[in-house]
């Protein structure tokens, strides 16, 4: 680099900085949307082992117990077993749980509202935080964009759970422009705006969000305040009746 073309050089420099910053950019999205891809995959292949496999186990070791159960007579075996035997419900318990998190039927069964609010009535269970949830849907959206939704919808209300100390969230859903759009909202303690557009390393929560909306063709926004709660916004776009018909 001669030094006596400073302007040139100048220019060059930044010309070089951009690029790198692209692609630097470029690498990122492509291994957080390979995270998003291959998370799926995996929720799902495991849902299915845990269920086809693990669940059956212990069912079996269930039935087993009762069976042993009926041929004791002594009251301390008695009582041995029969907290063996609450001992595996609790376990098959909570392999379910697991199955729920990772992917409910109700979402391939029943539909996306239906799944949202056993997600919901479930957060409340488990963390006392109150819910509205409304639907202006006028249809079922098709498998891939409700797993999208749905995951997206998990991923704001995970984050509601963990950092808002809410006591409510209101879900809505709308047909808008093509496409569905899901506002969720907190009364919690909200957080600093620059937080949720630079990424801050080991959280990607809101980082796969955005990856995930793009990846749809969508987009997410997020909203928040210092004590004021926060709103996240996604939208996704549904294909065309008639792309549907050729699927
Ligand atoms: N609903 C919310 N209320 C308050 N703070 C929030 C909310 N959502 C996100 N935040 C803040 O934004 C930060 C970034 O969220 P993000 O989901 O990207 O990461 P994380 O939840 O910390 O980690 P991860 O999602 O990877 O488990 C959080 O650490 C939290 O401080
Ligand atoms: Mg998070």
């Known amino acids: 680099i001669s030094v006596e073309v400073g302007g040139h050089t100048r220019v060059f420099t930044v010309a070089r900085d951009i690029s790198d910053r692209r692609r630097i950019e470029e ?6 949307s390979r995270l998003v891809t291959v998370q799926e995959e995996q929720r799902h292949r495991i849902a299915n082992d845990i269920h086809d496999d693990s669940i059956q186990t212990m069912f079996g070791v269930g039935i087993r117990l009762h069976l042993l159960r009926t041929m004791l007579v002594d009251g301390e075996q008695l009582r041995v077993v029969s907290n063996l035997e609450a001992t595996v419900d609790q376990a098959i318990g909570r392999l ?10 109700a979402l391939d069964h029943d539909g996306l509202v239906p799944a949202l609010r056993l997600y919901l009535d479930q957060m409340r269970t488990e963390s006392g935080i109150e819910f509205d949830l409304q639907s202006l849907l006028s249809a079922e959206p098709p498998a891939e964009p409700r797993v999208t939704l749905y995951r997206l919808a998990q991923e704001a209300l995970v984050n509601v759970r963990k950092h808002a100390q809410a006591h409510r969230v209101r879900v809505s859903l709308d047909d808008h422009k093509g496409g569905i759009s899901v506002r969720i909202q907190d009364d919690g303690r909200g957080f600093h705006m620059s937080r949720a557009n630079t990424p801050v390393p080991g959280h990607l929560g809101m980082a796969a969000m955005r990856e995930r909306a793009r990846m749809a063709g969508g987009w997410v926004e997020v909203d928040s305040a210092m004590n004021r709660g926060t709103t996240v916004e996604f939208w996704i776009p549904l294909p065309a009746l008639e792309e549907r018909n050729v699927a």
Not at 96 to 105: A, Q, S, Y
């Open 27 to 32: 690498e990122r999205r492509a291994l957080i």
């Open 96 to 105: 379910r749980h697991l199955i729920f998190e990772l992917r409910p039927t």
